[in-house]
T-cell receptor, first 111, second 112 residues
Framework: DQQVKQNSPSLSVQEGRISILNCDYTNSMFDYFLWYKKYPAEGPTFLISISSIKDKNEDGRFTVFLNKSAKHLSLHIVPSQPGDSAVYFCAASASGQNFVFGPGTRLSVLP | DAGVTQSPTHLIKTRGQQVTLRCSPKSGHDTVSWYQQALGQGPQFIFQYYEEEERQRGNFPDRFSGHQFPNYSSELNVNALLLGDSALYLC???????????FGQGTRLTVV
């Protein structure tokens, strides 16, 4: 039973355009969500997070939106840059428990 | 600050053998979590250590065990290796109850 889903295994976007990565979850107890970015041969690096008391969090080019009623969150990258090409993981936790990760979406930003 | 360091980076073992993976947390962190990432999947939580005790555990068999030392470093042990244990093993360190964890680069284990 996959509690965190990222239904797009891959996404290609032109440099300068917006990248939108989506994540759906099934556990209504999740109250904290993160996005991690992973380059090959490196561990995941933290990108941005959002608590369930918010519906939006912004950090520079990265914005995460949370729709609790739809159990859906998305990561927007504007403008996309070639260095953003990586695998992006959505992760969720409930009440400070361990994080449950999605399978990841591979983003390719084309120059 | 060296961040989270894991050793070794790559390892090949034979089915049935035992393996020990090591993790040194980021300076100042007291909590270590271990994850298994199979090819094409997201990391799956194995267990978390705090104050040398296993604090949480995911859905992994008893063949997977761990240890945390007084200096907060940690080991992951896997006994009776199966081919399906081949994966990238990630260590993440954090402060207890912090929502932000820092990952190491992982140990790539191949079981043949």
């Amino acid at each position: 039973d996959q509690q965190v889903k990222q239904n797009s295994p891959s996404l290609s976007v032109q440099e300068g355009r917006i990248s939108i990565l989506n994540c759906d979850y099934t556990n209504s107890m999740f109250d904290y969500f993160l996005w991690y970015k992973k380059y090959p041969a490196e561990g995941p690096t933290f990108l941005i997070s959002i608590s369930s008391i918010k519906d939006k969090n912004e950090d520079g080019r990265f914005t995460v939106f949370l729709n609790k009623s739809a159990k859906h969150l998305s990561l927007h990258i504007v403008p996309s840059q070639p260095g953003d090409s990586a695998v992006y993981f959505c992760a969720a936790s409930a009440s400070g428990q361990n994080f449950v990760f999605g399978p990841g979406t591979r983003l390719s930003v084309l120059p | 600050d060296a961040g989270v360091t894991q050793s070794p980076t790559h390892l090949i073992k034979t089915r049935g053998q035992q393996v020990t993976l090591r993790c040194s947390p980021k300076s100042g962190h007291d909590t270590v979590s271990w994850y298994q990432q199979a090819l094409g999947q997201g990391p799956q939580f194995i267990f978390q250590y705090y104050e040398e005790e296993e604090r949480q555990r995911g859905n992994f068999p008893d063949r997977f065990s761990g240890h945390q030392f007084p200096n907060y470093s940690s080991e992951l042990n896997v006994n009776a290796l199966l081919l399906g244990d081949s994966a990238l093993y990630l260590c993440a360190s954090s402060l207890l109850r912090s929502t932000e964890a820092f990952f190491g680069q992982g140990t790539r284990l191949t079981v043949v």
